[in-house]
């Protein structure tokens, strides 16, 4: 059974930077995806960052410059470098996971992805 934890979050001023962690159990697929969400109180679950098995990348228009997806197959963990941190990144981040290798437009779309993790808050000041 796979299982997601995700760390790293907290509250950080503006122009601030954290460090997302999602490690990930049960997980022995060799094509992969996974993936950064966000959902911020009243608004819908956002694609942040993506990642597949092969590292190809996908980033909302957002965070592109400012946030990094990677991932260290050795721990079976999954990383989003945020900087330049803004108040409207304020909100859960998940991280996801799916059992193949999506093509980079679907990477960022929530409903394809089958295992989720809990969350981590997330909240920027100004």
């Known amino acids: 059974q796979v299982q997601l934890v995700e760390s790293g979050g907290g509250s950080v001023q503006a122009g601030g930077s954290l460090r997302l962690s999602c490690t990930a159990s049960?997980?022995?697929?060799?094509?992969?995806?996974m993936g950064w969400f966000r959902q911020a109180p009243g608004k819908e679950r956002e694609g942040v960052a993506g990642?597949?098995?092969?590292?190809?990348?996908a980033y909302a228009d957002s965070v592109k410059g400012r946030f990094t997806i990677s991932q260290d197959n050795a721990k079976n963990t999954l990383y989003l470098q945020m900087n330049s941190l803004k108040p409207e990144d304020t909100a859960m981040y998940y991280c996801?996971?799916?059992?193949?290798?999506?093509?980079?437009?679907?990477?960022?779309?929530?409903?394809?992805?089958?295992?989720w993790g809990q969350g981590t808050q997330v909240t920027v000041s100004s």
């Open positions: 996801a996971t799916e059992d193949r290798r999506l093509h980079p437009s679907w990477l960022l779309v929530h409903g394809t992805y089958n295992y």
């Open positions: 049960g997980f022995t697929y060799i094509y992969y995806s």
């Open positions: 990642i597949t098995s092969d590292g190809t990348t």
